[in-house]
């Protein structure tokens, strides 16, 4: 295990020493935050395949896989679909309006008000996703190293919150980017060809398994369904997915550079769930589901392969919990506390302004590590964070970029109508049913039309500005929310 070891340890290392090469590049909001929007196609590809594919695509998938067979990949690939409606649908878009979070974007469409409330929501949401996936560093430490829960929390999340707060989205981008080369090597080209052929090929594993193993929809419609709503809905409107997008070069970036993301997506959706596969046929009878991976990684693969394999799984856990967390940050210093204060003002410096994310995201940090050790199902935590999400912004964001009649009022009462009902819904429900991001939507949407269409039409003063930044003719000075008239 040394060379495993070693290869772990080399990975952090370099983890950290881009953070520090990071901390020189980030000399403005604009640099600290979305990587001075200038990433090209190759780059956004990469660090948009490495957020999205986090702790839960690939122990989660392969679980699934473990569990459910091929029918397994759906919960992954709904994640692609979601990547690659935004990216051709909206992504293009998203990357002129020049704002910094989704809330500035609900305030430009609807003339201000809306941000603080929407803050709320989307700042729950990105902490809930940090937490789920520092709380997954627990279980790969533990594989690596026997680590005490607590301290393998400590360790992976003071990792990840140092690079984040030296470099911001510099940072972030380059440890993704070694991130995205280290899962495609370890998943894609050797734990994957390496757990069929252990598992004696694709005939042996057909003759040793249930024909429902094979089904492509085995896992069941309804499950499908939920995740479409959940994961492929979530990721149209998630905080961490649209920094992402603020970071390209140029919508055409934005556009083409997550449609290979999202294809990558697929492709890694199935091969987790042929991992899984696999596993069933080596180790039927595993206590959980979510240790197949760890199982076949430890007892299949040769030294020094097993360590990368196990870097992946690190480097996908680390990816999404990064991204998550300058996205958590960002919303709170910009949409809520700024707001709170009154302090969104021009006469700061960029200077001032790096200095202030980058204490939030410390702060972030540890109020995520800290969460992280007080909680500790994953499962739920992820499930409360996109039931949020969906059911409190889905609606007026998307309202808002294809119906011109919604209005400030419409938004408001979408987002606390459809937050409270998930709440509710859970509470009565359970946190794991599905009814509560069902009707929650359903309530957000009523809400949504009838106060849009029972108010006054949005001032078209408002509305043209609005084109002007979706045509990407105003400058990024511009985002400032629009004032609502008098």
């Not at 042996?204 to 499908?224: R, S």
């Not at 649209?242 to 290979?260: I, L, M």
């Not at 392969?305 to 990064?322: H, P």
């Not at 007080?374 to 119906?403: D, H, K, R, S």
Request: aromatic content about 10%; some cysteine; hydrophobic content about 50%.
């Amino acid at each position: 295990m040394a060379i495993d070891y070693t290869v772990i340890v080399v990975y952090l290392a370099g983890m950290l020493a881009m953070g520090w090469w990071g901390m020189r590049r980030a000399r403005s909001k604009s640099e600290f935050l979305v990587a001075g929007r200038r990433l090209g196609p190759a780059m956004y590809s990469g660090t948009m395949a490495a957020i999205v594919l986090g702790g839960a695509s690939t122990i989660g998938g392969v679980g699934l896989g473990y569990q459910y067979g091929l029918s397994g990949a759906w919960m992954v690939f709904t994640i692609g679909l979601g990547l690659l409606a935004l990216s051709v649908f909206f992504s293009a878009r998203i990357a002129r309006l020049k704002v910094y979070t989704v809330s500035e974007m609900l305030d430009l469409r609807y003339g201000g008000r809306a941000g603080v409330i929407s803050g709320v929501v989307m700042w729950a949401y990105t902490l809930m996703l940090a937490v789920t996936s520092t709380i997954a560093y627990a279980t790969i430490f533990d594989v690596l190293f026997d680590m005490n829960r607590t301290v393998a929390i400590v360790l992976g999340g003071s990792i990840v919150v140092a690079y984040s707060t030296l470099g911001g989205m510099w940072s972030i981008t380059l440890t993704d980017m070694v991130q995205f080369v280290v899962k495609t090597i370890g998943v894609l080209l050797l734990l994957l060809p390496i757990a069929v052929v252990k598992a004696g090929g694709f005939s042996q594993m057909k003759a040793k398994l249930p024909t429902e193993y094979f089904d492509p929809l085995g896992i069941g419609g309804e499950t499908i369904f939920t995740y479409v709503l959940i994961y492929t809905f979530g990721m149209l409107i998630g905080q961490d997915i649209w920094q992402r997008v603020f970071t390209a070069r140029s919508d055409t970036t934005a556009k083409w550079g997550g449609t290979v993301a999202g294809t990558y997506c697929l492709a890694y959706a199935l091969a987790g769930a042929v991992i899984g596969t696999a596993a069933k046929v080596l180790y039927p009878k595993l206590g959980s589901p979510d240790d197949a991976f760890a199982t076949i990684v430890k007892d299949e693969l040769p030294v020094g392969v097993r360590g990368l394999v196990l870097a992946a799984a690190l480097a996908a856990v680390m990816s999404t919990s990064s991204g998550a967390l300058i996205a958590c940050a960002t919303v709170a210093n910009n949409d809520i506390w700024s707001r709170l204060r009154g302090a969104v003002r021009r006469s700061e410096g960029e200077h001032d302004e790096v200095k202030g994310n980058r204490a939030f995201i410390l702060i972030m940090g540890l109020a995520v590590i800290g969460t992280a050790i007080a909680l500790n199902n994953v499962v739920e935590a992820l499930t409360v964070a996109y039931n949020l999400l969906v059911g409190g912004l889905l609606v007026p964001i998307l309202g808002g970029l294809l119906w011109k009649r919604g209005t400030v009022q419409g938004a408001l009462a979408s987002v606390i109508v459809g937050g409270l009902a998930v709440i509710g819904l859970m509470a009565g429900y359970g946190i794991l049913a599905n009814e509560p991001v069902y009707y929650g939507l359903l309530s957000s949407l009523v809400a949504y039309v009838a106060v849009s269409l029972g108010t006054k039409p949005t001032d078209e003063v408002v509305l043209a500005t609005w084109r002007e930044r979706l045509a990407g003719r105003s400058s990024e000075l511009a985002s400032e929310p629009v004032p609502a008239p008098q």
